[in-house]
Structure formats: structure tokens, C-alpha cells
């Protein structure tokens, strides 16, 4: 079979070398490749604090009334209309806007030496309130589950852009030879209403988009090689796809092929270390206790315990959705829930990143999509409706301020009066933290240079360690 006719060409030197290079150890091969690798780790533009990031996506919107922004005013107005002026030019998903108020169900305390106000709902999170940074100020401009999710995840309510994870991935590279770099997973009631575009890669090249893993059967589908198909077959035959695959990338220079060759490569490696990535149960009973975890039985839980796992293995970008926080009725009950699913674990993953030194330099992210209204949903007082005007996430660890809050709502928790973070000043924050100046990460498609931030985005400074 003839090879790349190109003897100049980088991809023709990794034919030569995969093909002839009999002696070479795979470490110093995959040395020598690095340089063509698409994959391969890259150095940002400044010294960077975080080199991971874990996104704990609370999809639905969280009521931050109820969870960390207190609200005592909005209490003392529960069952009056809401001040004149306040509602002007503002839509809300389902409700009448001018529906009578609701004032918060749950008592809040102070917790740490931070001081930081916080739900009874919380009391796990409440433990570690000196290692987070709370920033109360969140707006977005989309107040309907899939594009606000879209937005978080892409800078944009527009379909067809790349996810955060992607961008990182794409400047990043990954330092995870055996393990995709941006990996996902879902728990909750359901999926996320943004579907797969909240990890896709958009009009970058498809090697950067996350990839699912499952958290019962095989993580990622077929896996398992069929009946008759032994590794030293599945071999031979993804050597000969590969001469292929590198002889038509040489002629064509099209990097889905790229793509095809390291996702066929990747999953091979997957093979052997995805099992053994999956099994919790190795980990000592002290720390399944610490997360609320049990092997076997997939939970929010179990999947932080994998997204610390992932990290230690050098993948990138881990993001871990729980669909279950759209309480347009129900609330109280539905949050009781809610928390009880996530708080333990999401607290348990600051503490066991922080005590194994890898929190330093992994992003920890806690959020949804948007906020809750103050106006109550429904003939009843037990519903909130979708709010985009101002909620609340909290940041940990890569470089982040630990034991502040940042950013203010007016009393009723309608809208920021004070440090106003819109969803493109987070991601230009997340990708500072990263090393990244939000303006010079760019992907030419289509005669214009895209980014993460579109056009907008400031980093906010004061989370900032």
C-alpha cells in the first residue's frame, strides 16, 4: 500500500514513524507527533490558575430566593403586587408578570468566617462557605430552559456554536491520553432541555465536543467488542482504517478526518480504562460516606466522585448536568429534593479536590440557567416562574477568591443593583482563569473570527484570588 506522498508534510512524518518506526517507545513517539496532535496540550495566552474546570450544571434555574439570595422585604410584601414601575418591559415565561409576591420558604443563617448567608436547605454547602465564592449578581437575556442553557453553555441563544468545554478543549488541549478531554454526564429528572448542543463543538472541528458517558451498562455505547472480536483483531483492523484514513487526510487536509482517526484511537484506549475509571467502589468507604455515594446506583453523587476521577487522569473539561430545578409548582418539596440530591456531593468534591491539592488549579462551577421570579406561579403559593433578570452561582478553587460574595439584588431579588455579572462576563472570567485573554480565542468560520464571549464580556475581577 502506497504511503503520503508529501515527505514535508507533519502528517506524512507520522505516517513514517507509525509505520517504520520499529524500536520507538510510545512515549517518545507520542513526543514526536505532539506537534501534529490537534489534542495535544497548548500553552494559553498568560500564566494560568486553572487548568481544569468542573461545571456542576443545576439545570431548570434554582430558585436563588430560596437557596442564597435572602430576601426578608420580599417576606414582609408576600400576597401584595409587585411596586409600580418595577415590571416595565419585562416578559416572563408563563405567568402573568403583575402576579402577587412570594416571599422565600426557608430560613437562611451565616456560616464560616465569611460570614456567607446561606439556606437551611444547604447545610453540606455551608460547611465549606470559606472555600467558595458566592456571586449573587448572574443575569442572562433568555428566560426559557433551552436557549438560557445554550446561552450558559455557548455564549449565545443560537444553536450551532461551540460549548464552553469545546472552546477549552480547543485551546487547551488535553492532557488525558486515554479519556476524552471534555467528558459528560446527566442525572435528575431528565436531560438537559438544551440537549446536546451544550456540549457540542459547533463549527470547531468535532474531536473538541464532549462526550457522554453513561452511568449504568457500557459509559460510552459498544464499548464492549462483539462476540469473535478479539483486541488483537480490533488491532489490526483499526491499523489498516488508519493507513486509510492518514493516506486520504494527507490528499484532502479535512480535519473531520483528524477527527475520525483520534476517535478511533481513543476508543481503543477507552477499552482499558474506562471500567476501571467507572468502578467506584474502589474508593475507600470513608469517601463514598463523604459524597453519599453507592457503586452501582447511579446518583449526582456518584457522578462527582467521577468527575474528581477524571481530573486526577488529566481530562480537561467535566461537566455534570442535574435537570430537575424547574419548580413551577411544588417548590417546596421540589427543592427539599433537590438538595438532598446535590448539596452533600457538591460540598463532598470542594473538599476532596481541596484535600488531594488538585482544587488549586480546577475550576469548580455551581449554577443553572437563570433565576426564579419573586412573583409566585399559579392559584397557588407554592410556584415560582422562570427569571432572567438576576440569580445566583458560586465558583471554587483554580484561582478563584475563596469566602466572598459578590454582587447585589435589590429587595426583592427582581434585579442586580450592584457588580452586575452577565453570563458573558463568567465565561470571560472562567477562560482569564484558564489563561486566556476571551478576545484572542477565536475560530475563523464562514470570513469572521467567532469566540466564546461573541462580542461582549468583561473578566470580573473581584472573584478573582
Known sequence: MQGPRSATNPLARRWFLQQCGVGLGAVALRQLL?????????RPHHAATAKNVIFLFMGGGPSHLELFDNKPELGKHEGTLPPEGLLEGYRAAFIDPNSTLLGPKFKFSRHGESGAELSELLPHTATVADDIAIVKSLV???????????MMSTGTQQFGRPSMGAWTLYGLGSESTDLPGFVVFSSGQKGPSGGNTNWGSGFLPS?????????????????????????????????????????????????EISTRINSFEMAYRMQRSTPELMDISQEPPHVLEMYGAEPGKPSFANNCILARRLVERGVRFVELFHESWDQHGDLINGLRENCRDTDQASAALVKDLKQRGLLEDTLVLWGGEFGRTPMVQGGTDDGRDHHPNAFTMWMAGGGIQPGITIGK???LGFNVVEDKVHVHDLHATILHLLGFDHTKLTYRFQGRDFRLTDVAGNVVHQVLA
Not at 140 to 150: E, I, L, S
Not at 230 to 238: E, F, K, M, P, T
Not at 247 to 252: F, Q, S, T
Open 34 to 42: 505532539q506537534a501534529s496532535d490537534p489534542l495535544a496540550p497548548k
Open 140 to 150: 442572562t437575556d433568555a428566560f426559557n430552559h433551552a436557549p438560557a442553557q445554550v
Open 207 to 255: 474531536m473538541y465536543q464532549g462526550v457522554q458517558f453513561r452511568t449504568s451498562g457500557d459509559p460510552v455505547l459498544y464499548l464492549s467488542n462483539p462476540r469473535g472480536v478479539d483486541r488483537q483483531l480490533q488491532r489490526d483492523s483499526l491499523d489498516a482504517i488508519g493507513r486509510l484514513n492518514r493516506m486520504r487526510l494527507d490528499e484532502v487536509g479535512d480535519p
Open 409 to 411: 439584588s435589590d429587595e
